[in-house]
């Protein structure tokens, strides 16, 4: 890993973390309860603090991997020593590679890269068939489309699958018809625009597999429109293709407004929507309900959700009348009620079993001397906080071999120093665990790594600040922790369920779900 690397590169060389060390020491002496001699930042350390950026921080560090080029070209080298570094320069490119590091380490975005000298072009393979409660469903989807006008609500909880079993319905529908129809499927976040968006074209492309499905050869337009750079084309005359148009609720909200000059080009295509899909049909009613009435032509629309609340009673009156038809898994488990999925799919293995713990600050404190760190202040200022949060998380790897842990914290600054808190205790208890964090201060480079790593089992613990609340699929996570204030149920439901997926569900057995109180 070039973490590890990196931190040799540093020890190597006998460099120091000078930038922002002194806040951190300040930060762990009280977490740790030591003196400000004893709290010594190693190469480690600053590594797992501030990722890539040691590189962008330290002029020293940037001399020592540019000791390695033979052949430098003079401009580019003195610009990547004086701190400008442009990351995709063939000089930074082959320090990086010199010094056995990812060549697009420093790459603060991915976007218009060129593409490699090379590549492995994998081949494509089928998705794996649904399961018979997936086939269930999205049978009654394909069904319902075929009616003059349908109102369908499907309730499935995480990791059961609903965004597969939607897009085989309404794709398969759509694949069948000789007409070309328009989708719109709407989200609430940018990300999990793009996860729509991958698994719209995942699905579609996979049923060239399935020979006995009956398709029109019409060819599928996907418009991506989830930010305000993004252009809508206009309705095409005559249109000859399917069109399937992934965005967020504001992005239509917004382009729909009669002072924005984009709003004729999106009426049009609501228009001529046929499907209206609402994933987290739960959380954004109000907007449903305006969409619905700007989309007068549309018969057709979905509701998705994995959280049923029913906390708040007039919010669950208005999705029941936008969505008066459930659909439930009937032939395939004999199931006539939402309330009935969730324990069906657990005592079938689908879903893993839910275990909970409670804990409070204060407690944790005690229990291991340390109650004078305590403080009502926020969570993320919060010493106390931290330090149990620390000694939580360290119990649950070493005591409770947990492999696998979410936690949700409040602030990027608090889980940064969480998680390098939590790999200095592991290292002083020889332990070859390792924690991270993901937050929005990341480059995509460092979130996909760091992804990935925890799902192949590199991390322990993954520290995160709003971003793995929905969509994030890691299904050997086995044990979740909030540790910041809820103020939403849905939301904790959604937290929760990155941890339920089952064994039949390629994930595990069961899941602790801890939340640490104030």
């Known amino acids: 890993m070039w973490r590890k690397t990196l931190a040799e590169t540093i020890k190597d060389h006998n460099i120091s973390w000078d930038t922002n060390s002194r806040e951190q020491r300040r930060r762990l002496r009280n977490i740790e309860g030591t003196t400000r001699i004893n709290t010594h930042l190693g190469a480690e350390d600053w590594v797992d603090f501030a990722g890539a950026d040691c590189i962008r921080e330290s002029h020293e560090l940037r001399k020592a991997l540019s000791d390695k080029l033979l052949y430098p070209n003079a401009g580019e080298l003195q610009e ?137 050869d019409l060819d599928l337009r996907l418009i991506r429109q989830w930010d305000s750079s993004r252009q809508i084309p206009r309705f095409p005359i005559p249109n000859d293709k399917h069109t399937i148009i992934v965005g967020t609720y504001q992005q239509v909200e917004e382009r729909t407004d009669p002072n924005d000059p984009k709003a004729p080009v999106t009426q049009e295509w609501l228009n001529n929507t046929d499907v209206l899909i609402f994933d987290e049909a739960h959380l954004r009613v109000d907007s449903q309900c305006n969409i619905v009435d700007k989309a007068p032509n549309c018969k057709h629309r979905i509701g998705l959700t994995a959280t049923p609340d029913r906390s ?124 991270a964090c993901v937050h929005s201060g990341l480059s995509p480079t460092d979130i996909e790594e760091t992804l990935s790593d925890y799902r192949n089992g590199e991390i322990c613990c993954l520290i995160n600040v709003e971003m793995l609340v929905a969509g994030f699929d890691a299904p050997k996570t086995d044990c979740v922790i909030l540790a910041k204030n809820i103020s939403e149920e849905a939301h904790r439901l959604q937290m929760v369920g990155r941890g339920l997926r089952g064994v039949e569900s390629k994930g595990t057995p069961d899941c602790l779900v801890v939340t640490l109180h104030p």
Not at 133 to 153: C, F, G, H, V
Not at 170 to 184: G, M, N, Q, T, Y
Not at 315 to 343: E, T
Not at 386 to 412: E, F, H, Q
């Open 80 to 216: 990547f020593l004086d701190g400008n570094i442009n990351s995709r320069s063939g000089t930074v490119r082959d320090i990086l590679y010199l010094n056995n590091l990812p060549d697009d380490l420093l790459v603060k975005s991915l976007g218009g890269r060129n593409p490699p000298d090379w590549e492995v072009i994998r081949r494509q393979r089928s998705l794996s068939g649904l399961r018979d409660y997936q086939e269930d469903l999205a049978d009654q989807i394909t069904t319902n489309l075929d009616k003059p006008r349908s109102e369908m609500l499907l309730s499935l909880p995480t990791g059961a699958g609903k965004t597969r079993v939607c897009l085989e319905g309404v794709l398969r529908w759509i694949d069948s018809s000789a007409v070309p129809k328009v989708a719109w499927w709407m989200v609430g976040t940018k990300e999990l625009c793009k996860q729509a968006s991958d698994s719209v074209a995942r699905v579609w492309e996979d049923q060239i597999f399935r020979p006995s499905t009956q398709s029109s």
């Open 312 to 435: 708040n009673a007039l919010r669950s009156q208005k999705i029941a009348q936008l969505y008066p038809n459930p659909l439930f898994p009937v032939k395939s488990m004999r199931i006539r009620s939402v309330d009935q999925i969730k324990d069906r799919l657990t005592s079938d293995g689908y879903l893993s079993v839910k275990v909970e713990e409670e804990y409070d600050v204060y407690s944790l404190l005690k229990k291991s001397g340390n109650e004078k760190l305590y403080s009502n202040t926020n969570r993320e200022n919060n010493f106390g906080h931290m330090r149990a949060l620390r000694d939580l998380v360290v119990n649950l790897v070493k005591a409770d071999d947990r492999k696998s842990i979410i936690a949700y914290v409040t602030g990027i600054d608090e889980a940064k120093t969480v998680s390098l808190a939590i790999n200095r205790k592991l290292r002083e208890l020889n332990r070859n665990e390792r924690s």
